[in-house]
């Protein structure tokens, strides 16, 4: 059966904090005295990057509401505070959720557009499968996307985050299409590709900062080489 829909991941890979979270949470400390460089931002966020497993295994769904949200994300800011040797008596985690959940603090990729103007023009369906607050919709909006994307199925309007595999099949249902009819592309191999694949979709890993050398996945990483996968496999 040929590939007839594309869907997306969108943190990490459509949009992303600007000009970079790295920057931006660099930013947000030195203006309360802290000089921290992007760089050594970037090795606390190692020291946390499993807060994310964590949530899934005990099934905190932490976009379902903002007061979940903000208990997660204050719970990784004040870990990334804590490796970053920064006092806080809540005041800076308050700012950091303030500035990571405004959408003016957001920009599109420089590969995406381009990339969905190629994938709109043979044919494909595109559609995002997200685990994101409600305010995604607002962010979308904002960049110019939502129209983009007829079907956008995100955890914190559905109650179910990835990696639960009802939520990719909701969208295939609003799509009504069979999993083996879709493409779908984001940046985890946990949340992204094993439960695509899983469902019985096609995915693909986009590892834009080389964080998934060795993954078992179809990888790429540039949005752009991504039609060429496509056309692969209608072939």
């Known amino acids: 059966m040929p590939l007839r829909a594309v869907l ?10 600007a000009p970079s979270f790295p920057e931006l949470f660099s930013t947000v400390v030195a ?4 000089g ?3 760089d050594a931002v970037i090795d606390a966020s190692r020291a946390v990057f499993h807060r994310f497993s964590e949530a899934a295994r005990d099934v905190e769904l932490w976009t379902t509401s903002p007061e979940r949200s903000a208990r997660f994300w204050k719970s990784v800011y004040d870990r ?3 490796q970053l040797e920064i006092p806080d008596d809540g005041h800076l985690a308050d700012v950091l959720y303030a500035t990571f959940t405004d959408p003016a603090n957001y920009g599109l990729f420089d590969d995406v557009e381009p990339t969905l103007d190629e994938l709109e023009a043979a044919g494909l369906v595109l559609a995002i499968v997200s685990n994101f607050e409600v ?13 983009r994307f007829g079907v956008r199925v995100i955890s914190g309007i559905e109650g179910i985050e ?3 595999p009802r939520i990719f099949q909701l969208a295939l249902e609003r799509l009504s299409l069979d999993p083996a009819d879709a493409m779908y592309v984001g940046d985890n191999p946990e949340f992204d590709v094993t439960p695509a694949l899983a469902v019985g979709m096609t995915p693909v890993l986009i590892d834009r900062r080389g964080r998934y050398p060795d993954a078992d996945a179809t990888r790429i990483t540039d949005l752009r080489e991504l039609p060429s996968l496509v056309r692969a496999a209608v072939a």
């Not at 997306?8 to 904090?17: A, I, K, N, Q, S």
């Not at 203006?31 to 802290?34: R, Y």
């Not at 919709?137 to 129209?147: H, Q």
């Open 36 to 38: 921290r460089s992007p």
């Open 162 to 164: 990835k990696p639960d």
């Open 31 to 34: 203006a309360d005295g802290h």
């Open 80 to 82: 990334m505070l804590g």
């Open 135 to 147: 305010w995604l919709e607002d962010l979308l909006e904002r960049l110019g996307m939502r129209d």
């Open 8 to 17: 997306f991941d969108v943190g990490e890979t459509l949009v992303h904090p």
